[in-house]
């Protein structure tokens, strides 16, 4: 196949932006984020924020400004708050509601409405808070403001989503709240909220959040998704020749994980942070990969899985076609993403011709697959059509055919062009 090479940057932090667009929507005054990546995910908090009575100017070249409505200033409205395909977005507005005044109902599509949300009523209700989900364990979830009385909660699976909704939850309480999660996840929201003015502690029980009198407003640098670097950082792994450099990219140590894996690979992997840290105190840098002569398995343990966690479909793209056998246990959290991921990401694979074992928690591959092409279903995932790119791009015999390739503009638009200009 022939290299890939070029300079390239990527959308915005999914993750960072929802955060900014939410704490933008409490603090005093008006708030710009720049670098807000236009994905369907991002629009679905602004399409929910905007419904809370929050006014919102989206311009494609200058950014977001979102005037804020202070901490308690969120109005209930009359129709269903839509997350869209966004589990972030629902999770994170079950916290931030919970103390806020009015009756609220979160919905979202088919696959959104078929994932856990008691992993985060749980918590939230030990904070006083009022959650009921008369689906059982899925949306709709309906949230009555309630007066909340700050406490210590454990989250009980590895999941930023939940620890950050109990901090957003935090935020209305009376008296400290204290979250403690066994397992470190990424660390955007407690990067955010020290620099909108909260207090933050850390110990050994746990991160202690002293609730705030008001959140300053601001400037919001976003910068770019290094879950969307992955791809072409993956793709740059997959061909021997290729160099691909990635400007102005994320580089929170909890979010790298990928990148250490393929280093192990085989690939070169280096990157440079930028002098500084963007606006919200978070790591960024321009990341160089190339890719070597050949690939080799590795193994992924449980204690590697959060800082990977949005990347593991594609470690398993390289996994199969790498030289020998690989392992990935701990990953059951797959299970409950946009789809059931082990199965999805195995039978993208199986289709393609490689060797894959689906396990409880994981994946075998027998590794050194020759792919064939053919047409593959994504199961209207955006990462699985990432994948499926990639793979046709650098290693398959045959073309591959996706199904539904518009679905990566969840969190990437514009991901196909960008793959075009790397040659
Ligand atoms: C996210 C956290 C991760 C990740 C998701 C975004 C976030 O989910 O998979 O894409 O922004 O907090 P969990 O923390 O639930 O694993």
Redesign the pocket.
Same mark, same amino acid.
């Given at each position: 196949m022939k290299p890939l090479h070029g300079e390239i940057r990527v959308p915005g932090d999914? =993750?960072i932006a *929802?955060r900014a667009c939410l704490v933008a929507a409490l603090a005093e005054g008006d708030s710009h984020i720049i670098g807000f990546s236009g994905g369907g995910d991002n629009h679905s908090t602004l399409r929910v924020l905007r419904g809370l009575g929050v006014h919102i100017e989206v311009d494609a070249a200058r950014g977001v400004r979102i005037q804020g409505r202070g901490l308690r200033g969120l109005s209930a409205p009359v129709d269903a708050l839509d997350c869209g395909n966004s589990?972030?977005t629902m #999770?994170l507005m079950m916290g931030l509601l919970a103390g806020q005044r009015g009756a609220f109902e979160l919905v979202g599509d088919v696959s959104l409405s078929a994932r856990p949300m008691e992993r985060v009523a749980a918590p939230l209700r030990r904070l006083g808070a009022r959650i009921e989900m008369p689906a059982g364990d899925h949306p709709p979830v309906r949230v009555v403001g309630a007066p909340l009385m700050g406490s210590r909660v454990e989250t009980l @699976? $590895? =999941? $930023?989503?939940?620890k =950050?909704a109990c901090l957003l939850a935090g935020l209305l309480a009376s008296g400290e709240t204290t979250v403690f999660e066994a397992t470190p996840? #990424?660390d *955007?929201t407690e990067r955010m909220l020290r620099h909108v003015g909260v207090t933050l502690h850390e110990s050994s029980v746990g991160l202690r959040l002293l609730p705030p009198e008001r959140l300053e407003a601001g400037e919001f640098v976003v910068p770019g998704d290094v879950?969307s670097a992955a791809f072409f950082a993956g793709a740059a792994a997959l061909v021997p020749g290729s160099e691909v450099v990635v400007r102005g990219v994320g580089l929170n140590p909890r979010r790298v994980g990928f990148l250490h894996a393929l280093r192990e690979m085989g690939a070169y992997v280096e990157w440079t942070l930028a002098p500084g840290l963007a606006a919200h105190d978070e790591p960024v840098g321009d990341l160089v990969v190339r890719g070597p002569a050949a690939l080799r398995g590795v193994d992924i343990s449980p204690e590697r899985v959060?800082d990977m @966690?949005?990347e593991l479909p594609l470690f398993a793209c390289l996994a199969a076609v790498a030289d020998g056998p690989s392992v990935v246990v701990g990953a059951e959290?797959l299970r409950v993403?946009e789809t059931d991921r082990i199965r999805a990401t195995g039978s993208l694979l199986r289709a393609l011709g490689a060797t894959v074992e689906d396990t409880r928690d994981g994946w075998r591959f027998a590794g050194n697959a020759r792919l064939t092409g053919g047409a593959v279903r994504v199961e209207g995932d955006h990462r699985l059509a990432m994948c499926a790119a990639v793979l046709g791009r650098t290693v398959t015999r045959g073309p591959v055919e996706i199904d539904a390739p518009s679905i990566a503009s969840v969190s990437f638009p514009g991901f196909f062009e960008t793959l075009e200009r790397l040659g």
């Open positions: 999914k =993750s *929802h589990g972030t #999770r @699976v $590895a =999941s $930023a989503q939940v =950050s996840t #990424r *955007h879950s959060a @966690v949005d959290e993403k």
